[in-house]
């Protein structure tokens, strides 16, 4: 989600300051700080749910102190502790069921706490869009579950696991939002932005009542239909040049490993060349110890010396 925080995520969140914040999917922390550096700024706290993060979390507690909370566990079990909050950014296990219940949850826990907060969810275009990845299958509820299979969509993340078809009922992403919205479409607007896998924006038409100027910064956000129509055309050119990009940086990581395993059989070489010097150095001077007269006259003493060795 990272993309959208200059252009969309950061000016809307300094329009409404929000208090607390929840981000569904923390991986390797490139949109967390962001929002914690946000945080920072304005006295907002950030809470981030995620199983297995990809990030030392010790340094980032160390870092951040009070203005981050880490909860490390699936989001339908954390969300429902997590306290009431304004902002809820979703980007974690990219499934209907998954988003879906999230936005159930949070519906519950805004009703609850009298908050509704803005939702932020990415994925809501191709390729999650109308198709479900599952980060843990078997946590997903089989009536709920497509069928799957692990395998890459046109190249795209060949080791995760997806939905074997794409469309129909109870699959993807933007499929989750539009059934969430069949019995709320009263009390939420939805705004939709174009690229890098689309990010969608569920405002409460409450917010527009304390914040007038919300929905013209939303509207502006809004391309024109020849416009996006454009931007879905550079799009899909961007998610086929994906697979080569990330060849190219497999190609180049391998090369790099490669060079230092080169660097470090060199430094290897090097060393036994400089122990292979001293043995001839050594040799060399066991060569002339030998032939000194010295080295003769006490022959005699090395043969005693062998001969008491052998009797004794």
């Avoid at 043969?303 to 009797?311: L, S, Y």
Wanted: aromatic share 8%.
């Amino acid at each position: 989600m990272h993309p959208f925080w200059d252009t969309v995520l950061r000016p809307i969140l300094t329009l409404l300051r929000p208090d607390t914040i929840v981000e569904i999917g923390v991986e390797n922390g490139k949109t967390t700080e962001k929002l914690l550096a946000f945080c920072t700024e304005t006295g907002a706290a950030l809470h981030g749910i995620d199983p297995l993060p990809l990030i030392d979390e010790q340094k980032w507690k160390e870092q951040w102190g009070e203005t981050w909370t880490l909860h490390t566990g699936k989001s339908l079990d954390v969300l429902p502790h997590v306290p009431g909050f304004d902002a809820l950014l979703i980007d974690g296990d990219h499934n209907w069921y998954t988003v879906f219940h999230e936005l159930q949850l949070m519906q519950r826990h805004a009703e609850q706490h009298d908050r509704m907060p803005i939702v932020f969810l990415h994925d809501i275009d191709a390729p999650y869009g109308r198709r479900d990845r599952y980060d843990d299958p078997k946590s997903i509820p089989a009536d709920a579950r497509q069928p799957w299979e692990r395998s890459d969509i046109n190249g795209l993340n060949p080791t995760v696991c997806h939905a074997v078809r794409e469309g129909g009922p109870h699959n993807g992403v933007r499929t989750a939002v539009e059934d969430f919205l069949l019995e709320r479409s009263d009390r939420y607007a939805f705004f939709e932005i174009r690229g890098f896998f689309g990010l969608g924006i569920l405002v409460p038409y409450a917010r527009f009542a304390r914040h007038p100027s919300l929905r013209n910064l939303l509207t502006d956000l809004s391309p024109s239909a020849l416009l996006q129509a454009h931007m879905e055309q550079l799009e899909q050119d961007r998610m086929l040049r994906i697979p080569c990009a990330d060849h190219l940086d497999r190609s180049l990581r391998e090369q790099h490993a490669l060079r230092e395993e080169c660097d470090t059989l060199a430094g290897t070489i090097e060393q036994l060349l400089a122990e292979q010097a001293r043995y001839v150095e050594s040799m060399h001077a066991l060569e002339h110890l030998t032939q000194t007269r010295s080295w003769r006259w006490t022959a005699w003493l090395r043969h005693i010396g062998a001969f008491v060795t052998r009797h004794s």
